[in-house]
């Protein structure tokens, strides 16, 4: 006679995985990762000096929405601007600019872009050889950054 409950005898499992230390060996990665990404993100805010922004707060001036560029002197569409970093409204007067794109180079590349102050967005833009770049602006456009282009002229 067959005893299927025996007392003497723990019920036999024959599915039942050992535990292995996978889990806890990806949760203390997950967790160095964490860690390390925190400690990044502290570095660079104290090495920014802290503040929210990286520069001096902006002028508090408002613009109203008819207000129009100046239109362009003789001596503004002549003039162009290379590859380098321009202040708008000292170094480069406000209003629309074009680039042919960009040099032929060994890297063929066209990139122009804006550090606002306050809270305007950035512009970006990029274009290869032969590729036209219409960019404007204004005054809370801040620094103009030009890198690898034809020159930027007035339009």
Request: proline share 8%; glycine share 12%.
């Amino acid at each position: 006679m067959t005893q299927w409950n025996r007392p003497d005898q723990p019920p036999h499992h024959p599915h039942r995985r050992k535990k292995s230390g996978k889990g806890k060996i990806l949760g203390f990665g997950c967790l160095g990762l964490i860690a390390v990404i925190a400690l990044v993100v502290v570095i660079t805010f104290v090495a920014m000096g802290g503040e929210e922004s990286g520069g001096p707060a902006p002028d508090e001036t408002s613009a109203t929405p008819t207000e129009r560029s100046p239109e362009p002197t003789a001596e503004d569409t002549a003039k162009s601007y290379g590859d380098g970093d321009y202040t708008v409204g000292r170094d480069i007067p406000a209003g629309t600019y074009e680039s042919a794109g960009a040099k032929d180079d060994v890297v063929e590349g066209c990139l122009i872009t804006t550090e606002p102050k306050g809270d305007k967005m950035p512009q970006a833009k990029t274009a290869d050889r032969n590729e036209r770049i219409i960019i404007t602006l204004s005054a809370g456009d801040g620094t103009l950054t030009v890198q690898g282009c034809e020159p930027l002229r007035r339009r």
